[in-house]
Structures are given as structure tokens and as C-alpha cells.
């Protein structure tokens, strides 16, 4: 059985922002309504940043918007939620964490058979003239691409 796979949505800041050492699937504990929410792609990753405290992988800052059709029994939105990992997946992101610069990062929430995951980023951040150096490749990708698809369509 294949695993089906429906991305619902992606952190494109997080590769802007940081460099991407390592990627980790985790599961993550989600009360009544923050599913259907999530299904409906009202979340936000706006600063939000996993930390690990008394041995758990905590999400903080990241915002599933209340569900439209939900009672008062709806959730709160800024809830810090658990993230869901191996014991040993947990160790080797403690010690990168307590590496200098190293952070953890939601990249992207997707549907997994129907089980919401979140990919986590051990990243590392980067500096204003990295980010410079980010905007020039891109705009020279994207010129390359123009220049491509014009000489093929001719």
C-alpha cells in the first residue's frame, strides 16, 4: 500500500530565512476541531519553532486558526501542541539543537493517509549577505528558465 501524500501547506520563508541541514517527519497531537482546521488550511507558521523540554518535542507559535463551524467547545488557537518522534530521533536533535545556531523549524504539514505530519528542519540561520546571495541565484534561475523557454518555443 502506497502512502498517499497531500501537502497542505509550506513554510517557503523557513528556506529564505535558513539553511536546511536535516529533515525529520513527526506526528503531532492535535485536539477536536485543530484537525478540521488543518484540513482546511487555516494554519500560519508565522515564527513558530519546535523546542525540546523535559524530554518532548514542543511546537510553539504555530497557529491553527478556530474551526468556522465549530461550537464554544472550539479550540485555542496559539495552543502549543506536541510533535510526535522516535526516542532516538529525539536524542540526535537534542544534540544538534545544543549545537551554537541550530534550530528546529516546521517546514510543511501534509496529510499522510490521512494522518496530519509536520517536517521539522534542523536549521541553521542565515546571514543578510547569505540572503543576498539567495535573491541573485534565483533571479538568475528564473532569467536561465525565461531564456529556455523562449528559445524552445521558437
Not at 11 to 39: D, H, M, P, Q, W
Not at 41 to 50: C, M, T
Not at 139 to 146: G, K, P, S, Y
Request: hydrophobic share 30%; proline share 1%; net charge positive.
Amino acid at each position: 500500500m502506497s502512502d498517499s501524500v497531500k501537502v497542505i501547506a509550506q513554510n517557503r520563508k523557513a528556506n529564505f530565512e535558513y539553511f536546511i541541514e536535516e529533515k525529520y517527519e513527526c506526528g503531532i497531537v492535535l485536539e477536536g476541531t485543530e484537525v478540521k482546521s488543518v484540513r482546511g488550511g487555516n494554519i500560519s507558521f508565522n515564527d513558530s519553532f519546535a523546542e525540546i523540554t523535559n524530554g518532548e518535542l514542543w511546537l510553539r507559535n504555530f497557529h491553527i486558526s478556530e474551526y468556522s463551524y465549530g461550537s464554544v467547545f472550539n479550540h485555542n488557537p496559539s495552543r502549543v501542541k506536541k510533535l510526535l518522534v522516535h526516542k532516538e530521533e529525539l536524542k540526535k536533535l537534542r544534540r544538534k539543537v545544543e549545537e551554537k545556531g541550530y534550530t528546529l523549524i516546521p517546514l510543511e504539514v501534509y496529510l499522510k493517509s490521512g494522518i496530519v505530519k509536520i517536517k521539522l528542519g534542523v536549521c541553521r540561520g542565515k546571514k543578510q549577505f547569505d540572503k543576498r546571495e539567495s535573491i541573485k541565484e534565483r533571479d538568475l534561475n528564473r532569467e536561465l528558465h525565461r531564456e529556455f523557454k523562449k528559445e524552445n518555443f521558437r
